[in-house]
Nanobody, 126 residues
Framework: QVQLVESGGGLVQFGGSLRLSCTAS????????IGWFRQAPGKEREGVSC????????LYADSVKGRFTISRDKTKNTVYLQMNSLKPEDTAVYYC???????????????????WGRGTQVTVSS
């Protein structure tokens, strides 16, 4: 059974930084699609950044390009999201998601990943 555990959320001021971590367990392989999504109150869940394609190149939502960086350590089964220059509109619950299969030619993070973490709250004050 796949489990994803997020950590690193919290309260930060406008312009601050946070690093989220997500550790996965239960995958047979150390290579799988994984990424970060977020959902703000009253809004739909959206893809923030992910490794969805097998080429290993990260995908980013336009709203976070240049501010957020995703990385992964396959030896630790952990993916990170470094978030800099945070804005109040980044306030949301951030979820880690993973899938044993990669997509082909995805240009945005697919929302139909098969496994999801419980989420971690990120709040950016103005």
């Amino acid at each position: 059974q796949v489990q994803l555990v997020e950590s690193g959320g919290g309260l930060v001021q406008f312009g601050g930084s946070l690093r989220l971590s997500c550790t996965a367990s239960g995958f047979i392989s150390d290579d799988y699609a994984i990424g970060w999504f977020r959902q703000a109150p009253g809004k739909e869940r959206e893809g923030v950044s992910c490794f969805a394609n097998s080429d290993g190149r990260p995908l980013y939502a336009d709203s976070v390009k240049g501010r957020f960086t995703i990385s992964r350590d396959k030896t630790k089964n952990t993916v990170y999201l470094q978030m800099n220059s945070l804005k109040p509109e980044d306030t949301a619950v951030y979820y880690c998601a993973a899938d044993p299969l990669f997509w082909y030619g995805a240009t945005a993070c697919p929302v139909n990943f098969s496994s999801w973490g419980r989420g971690t709250q990120v709040t950016v004050s103005s």
